[in-house]
């Protein structure tokens, strides 16, 4: 019973490099965001999706791009990192119908970017 | 849009009752959420209210709803140290697929 999975769970990156953060869901939920968590901030949330095929901005989307080409995936990419990306990043999922719709969370993955 | 708030810290001494509040200003909102955020682990659902609901008692935990104030909140009965952790408010609505959560409340339990 996996739920989210996030990969990697820790990285550092060199100002200017490019990675993909990982995240993978096997309920078959429609919806999958991507939020950022900083001291003080809370989540904001980066971007989302609400099937395949779909993806938009969320508060927070510079810097960062999204594709959905299955259900179960949803990556989310930093092009040219930057320090002002150093972030503990969560990958969250939830079905879209059926009443009570709790959003699952995977276990984070913590960037710096130096 | 939606606006979720809640305090940010909150300490107790062990063994007594914890209240966490948040207020929200989506008066259409169908569900309400606490969830949990341990020390490195991601969120996790800690319990929900539906909006016509008033009060859900789940062991030590009761959830109290007012929804013509928006106001909702956590009550934990004898808390332990293992209840230190962050608490998320959040809420969703039949009109939007997005689910705002607060900033998170930091719950301190000293001896």
């Known amino acids: 019973n996996a739920g ?85 990043y969560f990958c969250a999922s939830r079905p879209l119908t059926g009443g009570n719709t709790e959003a699952f969370f995977g276990q984070g993955t913590r960037l710096t970017v130096v | 849009g939606e606006d979720v708030e809640q305090s940010l810290f909150l300490s107790v001494r062990e063994g007594d009752s914890s209240v966490i509040n948040c207020t929200y200003t989506d008066s259409s909102s169908t569900y309400l959420y606490w969830y949990k955020q341990e020390p490195g682990a991601g969120l996790q659902l800690l319990t929900y209210i539906f909006s016509n609901m008033d009060m859900k008692q789940d062991q030590r935990l009761t959830v109290l709803l007012n929804k013509k104030d928006t106001h909702l909140s956590l009550r934990i009965a004898d808390t332990q140290t293992g209840d230190s952790a962050i608490y998320f408010c959040c809420s969703a609505s039949g009109g939007s697929y997005i689910p705002t959560f607060g900033r998170g409340t930091s719950l301190i339990v000293h001896p």
């Not at chain 1, 990969?7 to 999958?32: I, R, W």
């Open chain 1, 4 to 88: 989210v999975t996030q990969t990697p769970k820790f990285q550092v990156l060199k100002t200017g490099q490019s990675m993909t953060l990982q995240c993978a869901q096997d309920m078959n939920h429609e919806y999958m965001s991507w939020y950022r968590q900083d001291p003080g901030m809370g989540l904001r949330l980066i971007h989302y999706s609400v099937g395949a095929g779909i993806t938009d901005q969320g508060e927070v989307p510079n810097g960062y791009n999204v594709s959905r080409s299955t259900t179960e995936d949803f990556p989310l990419r930093l092009l040219s990192a930057a320090p002002s990306q150093t972030s503990v």
